[in-house]
C-alpha cells in the first residue's frame, strides 16, 4: 500500500468559546465556520488536494449549497447532527439529512469532540467506518493509551484513529500542529507516515479565521486566521512528495485487512 494522507476537517458550529463560558448566538456560531471553510476550499483548490469533511447536519441544513460544494471534490462524512448535544438517533438522522443534501451514500463517521460512542451504534445506523478515538492522553478529555493506534475492525465497522506517533504516542492533532514548531510537528509526521504507512490527521475550518476576539485559551487562539492557513499551506507543500492524498473512503477500500494486526 502506498503511503497514505487522510487529511480532514470537522466542519461544525463554532461552539468553542461556550465550553469558557461566553455564549454565542447561532448566526455567529455559522458565520465564523462559514468564513473559515471558505479559505480552507480556496487553498485544497490551489493545491489540488483532497479532503474528508466530516459535517453535522446542523450546519448542513443550513448552508446546503456548500455541503455540495464540497461533495464536488472531497469526501462527506457525518459529524452528528449538532457538535454540542447528542443521543443515539442522531446517528441515523445526520446521515440521512447528508445523503439528502449530497445525493451521495454517507459511509464515514467521528463523533463531536471525540467523545466515546458505541461501535455497534455506530455500525447499526449504516457507517462503514468510524475515526472518533485520538489513541494518547489529553488531560480532562480522554485516555487511551490502551486502545489501538492503527485501524482495526470492530465487527464490520473499521475504526481509524487519529494518528499518533509510535512509541510515546504523541498526537497529531490541530493543536499540536498550531503550538510545535513546525519543523518538529514535520519531524513528527514524517516519522509517524513511514513507521505507519498513512497519516490520520484534522484540523477544524474556524481555525482559519481571527478567532483572537473570544474568550479562549491562548493555545487554541495561536496563530489563528491568516497565520494558521500559511503554516497549513506550508506544511501541505511539504506533505506532497511524502505520499498520497486520499479521503477515508478510498483508504478503506486500499487497505489489506491481514495488515491490521501488524505491529507497527
Same mark, same amino acid.
Not at 35 to 64: C, D, M, W, Y
Not at 80 to 85: L, P, R
Not at 146 to 159: A, D, F, Q, V
Given at each position: 500500500?502506498?503511503?497514505?494522507?487522510?487529511?480532514?476537517?470537522?466542519?461544525?458550529?463554532?461552539?468553542?468559546?461556550?465550553?469558557?463560558?461566553?455564549?454565542?448566538?447561532?448566526?455567529?456560531?455559522?458565520?465564523?465556520?462559514?468564513?473559515?471553510?471558505?479559505?480552507?476550499?480556496?487553498?485544497?483548490?490551489?493545491?489540488?488536494?483532497?479532503?474528508?469533511?466530516?459535517?453535522?447536519?446542523?450546519?448542513?441544513?443550513?448552508?446546503?449549497?456548500?455541503?455540495?460544494?464540497?461533495?464536488?471534490?472531497?469526501?462527506?462524512?457525518?459529524?452528528?447532527?449538532?457538535?454540542?448535544?447528542?443521543?443515539?438517533?442522531?446517528?441515523?438522522?445526520?446521515?440521512?439529512?447528508?445523503?439528502?443534501?449530497?445525493?451521495?451514500?454517507?459511509?464515514?463517521?467521528?463523533?463531536?469532540?471525540?467523545?466515546?460512542?458505541?461501535?455497534?451504534?455506530?455500525?447499526?445506523?449504516?457507517?462503514?467506518?468510524?475515526?472518533?478515538?485520538?489513541?494518547?492522553? /489529553? *488531560? $480532562?478529555?480522554?485516555?487511551?493509551? &490502551?486502545?489501538?493506534?492503527?485501524?482495526?475492525?470492530? @465487527?464490520?465497522? +473499521? !475504526?481509524?484513529?487519529?494518528?499518533?506517533?509510535?512509541?510515546?504516542?504523541?498526537?497529531?492533532?490541530?493543536?499540536?500542529?498550531?503550538?510545535?514548531?513546525?519543523?518538529?510537528?514535520?519531524?513528527?509526521?514524517?516519522?509517524?507516515?513511514?513507521?505507519?504507512?498513512?497519516?490520520?490527521?484534522?484540523?477544524?475550518?474556524?481555525?482559519?479565521?481571527?478567532?483572537?476576539?473570544?474568550? /479562549? *485559551? $491562548?493555545?487554541?487562539?495561536?496563530? &489563528?486566521?491568516?497565520?494558521?492557513?500559511?503554516?497549513? @499551506?506550508?506544511? +501541505? !507543500?511539504?506533505?506532497?512528495?511524502?505520499?498520497?492524498?486520499?479521503?477515508?473512503?478510498?483508504?478503506?477500500?486500499?487497505?489489506?485487512?491481514?495488515?491490521?494486526?501488524?505491529?507497527?
Amino acid at each position: 500500500m502506498d503511503k497514505l494522507i487522510l487529511l480532514s476537517f470537522d466542519l461544525e458550529e463554532f461552539d468553542v468559546p461556550e465550553e469558557y463560558g461566553q455564549p454565542l448566538e447561532d448566526a455567529i456560531k455559522f458565520k465564523v465556520s462559514l468564513q473559515g471553510l471558505e479559505e480552507v476550499l480556496s487553498l485544497l483548490e490551489r493545491l489540488n488536494v483532497k479532503a474528508t469533511f466530516f459535517i453535522t447536519a446542523n450546519f448542513a441544513i443550513h448552508h446546503p449549497s456548500k455541503i455540495l460544494e464540497i461533495a464536488r471534490n472531497h469526501e462527506v462524512a457525518s459529524h452528528g447532527f449538532y457538535h454540542s448535544s447528542f443521543c443515539v438517533e442522531d446517528l441515523a438522522k445526520s446521515k440521512q439529512a447528508l445523503e439528502e443534501i449530497t445525493g451521495k451514500e454517507v459511509i464515514g463517521f467521528r463523533m463531536a469532540r471525540l467523545q466515546a460512542v458505541s461501535d455497534r451504534d455506530i455500525q447499526t445506523a449504516g457507517y462503514q467506518y468510524n475515526s472518533s478515538m485520538n489513541p494518547t492522553f /489529553l *488531560p $480532562g478529555r480522554y485516555n487511551n493509551f &490502551s486502545k489501538s493506534r492503527i485501524p482495526y475492525y470492530s @465487527e464490520k465497522l +473499521l !475504526n481509524i484513529p487519529v494518528s499518533v506517533t509510535p512509541l510515546i504516542r504523541f498526537p497529531l492533532f490541530w493543536l499540536s500542529f498550531k503550538n510545535l514548531p513546525l519543523p518538529l510537528y514535520k519531524l513528527a509526521s514524517k516519522l509517524t507516515l513511514n513507521w505507519d504507512a498513512y497519516l490520520n490527521l484534522y484540523f477544524h475550518p474556524w481555525e482559519f479565521t481571527n478567532i483572537r476576539g473570544y474568550q /479562549l *485559551p $491562548g493555545y487554541i487562539k495561536k496563530r &489563528s486566521g491568516q497565520p494558521m492557513l500559511d503554516r497549513l @499551506e506550508n506544511y +501541505l !507543500n511539504w506533505l506532497k512528495p511524502q505520499g498520497t492524498f486520499a479521503t477515508f473512503s478510498e483508504f478503506q477500500e486500499h487497505l489489506n485487512p491481514a495488515n491490521l494486526f501488524k505491529n507497527f
